[in-house]
């Protein structure tokens, strides 16, 4: 397994968690990192992404309420998700796209409920 995603779970509105990625040390190296999302029903969207100098970029929708970070000494990227909506309801996945191959590499979700 090269991208082992955690942290999932059920949390009331407002709430928050924090979901964490942890890669090979090869592709966390060389790799933006990026986290998605799939809704029943709907397409996989990006959420979040970094860049390896750490350059960050998000959705509109989850701007100013989550934070995507890099801890390099442990090749890991987590996203901080704060003030949870029922709308954030989905399964997670964390993405490896390696800048120089372009391999892409997934991590194999995990699942964020939001609800009273």
């Known amino acids: 397994v090269q991208l082992q995603a955690s942290g999932g779970g059920l949390v009331q509105p407002g709430g928050s968690l924090r979901l964490s990625c942890a890669a090979s040390?090869?592709?966390?190296?060389?790799?933006?990192m990026d986290w998605y999302r799939q809704a029943p029903g709907k397409q996989r969207e990006l959420v979040a992404g970094i860049t390896i100098g750490g350059l960050t970029h998000y959705a509109d929708s989850v701007k100013g309420r989550f934070t995507i970070y890099r801890d390099n000494a442990k090749n890991t990227v987590h996203l901080q998700m704060n003030s949870l909506k029922v709308e954030d309801t989905a399964v997670y996945y964390c993405?490896?796209?390696?800048?120089?191959?372009?391999?892409?590499?997934w991590g194999q979700g995990t699942q964020v409920t939001v609800s009273s």
């Open positions: 040390g090869r592709i966390f190296s060389s790799s933006e």
């Open positions: 993405n490896a796209k390696e800048l120089i191959s372009a391999n892409n590499y």
